[in-house]
């Protein structure tokens, strides 16, 4: 290899290495879409760094410690939490002591947290979390720091401290440069937190800001879930006509869907329609809201099985419990290493609910009023 290649290629790493400890990742996305075939090993690798599903050959040649990880974050995204368990938990066992495993061990630590509170395991989801952070801290990864503050933050919301969540929240966003692309999604994050703390007027600005930024930078994700926060934000805000977001915005409508997302956006329509008094209304709304997180590619179990509850108040019909649902409360964690920094001693002693945080979705329906609260125990 010649000097003049050796230079291009060391180049071309630092591009994409710089953009990548800030979260900038759509640059290094379509870069393996269209010029990955010029350097494979720096596709394959960015593939992994970026948990690409639509590089099979690349997923396949990786080695075990990098292949596991990589699979579990993909069936993460799928919604198949317990395959992504699964993997998260092999990938811990084949990683050594060596100090060069760090910050793979904090990417591990993130997945099997993130898993764990999808699955309403939240006392084993801080732990993991925890030590993702401190690992993090220990590599100096700030991308990694960004990743698991705002994971434990989300977790917290959940578990109803919200001024924990947005401690976690406002961390995460202030760790991030300025001008960076995670923006408009850290602010519906905020949002969230504010939202659940009755600061409904600062959560509403931190909305139509993201919904503004993410519009123009055409991050279609950030859209739908900036639509669906607006969304039960004006009908928590208890104001006399609550609009309906996906009329009243709909010129910042993505054509890509977010499906949990734009599901989230048919329930909140569906509590404005029942609040009016329009049960018929609700129920296409909630049918709506079903038809976009059956989509193919991606399950969502818990979220659909509380689309399914509130569907059955309206119906006056009963639900079996769901049997993806209880396979997620009859998972098995595995327990997080001992140890605790000072930094995050905090966040290891707030009290969190001891039992599943989805058990419920296996108990006897409640009214649609009191199951339409059960969202506090999801991110939105």
Request: hydrophobic share 45%.
């Amino acid at each position: 290899m010649d000097t003049s290649t050796i230079r291009a290629t060391l180049v071309r790493q630092d591009r994409h290495l710089q953009r990548l400890v800030h979260g900038e990742q759509s640059y290094s996305r379509r870069w393996v879409a269209e010029h990955g075939s010029d350097d494979p090993e720096l596709a394959a690798w960015l593939s992994a760094e970026l948990r690409l599903s639509d590089q099979p050959a690349h997923l396949a040649q990786a080695p075990e410690a990098l292949r596991l990880p990589w699979q579990g974050w993909l069936d993460y995204y799928r919604g198949d939490y317990p395959a992504a368990a699964a993997s998260f938990t092999r990938a811990w066992a084949t990683l050594g002591e060596a100090p060069d495993e760090a910050a793979l061990a904090a990417d591990i630590a993130l997945g099997l947290g993130k898993v764990y509170t999808r699955s309403g395991h939240w006392q084993d989801a801080r732990c993991w979390l925890l030590h993702s952070l401190q690992q993090s801290r220990d590599e100096q990864r700030l991308f990694g720091l960004v990743q698991a503050y705002g994971a434990l933050g989300e977790l917290m919301l959940r578990a109803a401290q919200p001024q924990a969540a947005h401690a976690c929240m406002s961390t995460a966003y202030h760790l991030l440069p300025p001008g960076s692309g995670q923006q408009p999604r850290q602010l519906n994050y905020l949002a969230s937190t504010l939202m659940r703390s009755g600061a409904a007027l600062r959560a509403e600005s931190l909305l139509m800001t993201s919904l503004h930024m993410a519009h123009d930078a055409k991050d279609a994700d950030s859209v739908w879930h900036a639509l669906a926060r607006l969304q039960f934000l004006l009908l928590d805000d208890r104001r006399q006509s609550a609009p309906d977001v996906l009329l009243t915005l709909c010129d910042y409508l993505p054509t890509r869907l977010t499906p949990v997302a734009a599901g989230f956006l048919h329930v909140g329509r569906a509590m404005r329609e029942q609040r009016l008094g329009n049960t018929g209304a609700a129920r296409k709304c909630l049918h709506s809201a079903l038809g976009v997180l059956d989509l193919p590619g991606q399950a969502l179990p818990c979220e659909r099985a509380w689309v399914d509850r509130l569907l059955a108040t309206l119906d006056g019909l009963p639900v079996a419990p769901p049997p993806a649902v209880c396979q997620l409360l009859a998972l098995e964690a595995l327990p997080a290493p001992p140890g605790e920094s000072i930094l995050d001693r905090t966040w290891a002693s707030l009290a969190l609910p001891a039992e599943n945080g989805f058990a419920w979705l296996c108990e006897e329906v409640e009214s649609f009023d009191a199951t339409m609260v059960r969202r506090a125990c999801f991110f939105i």
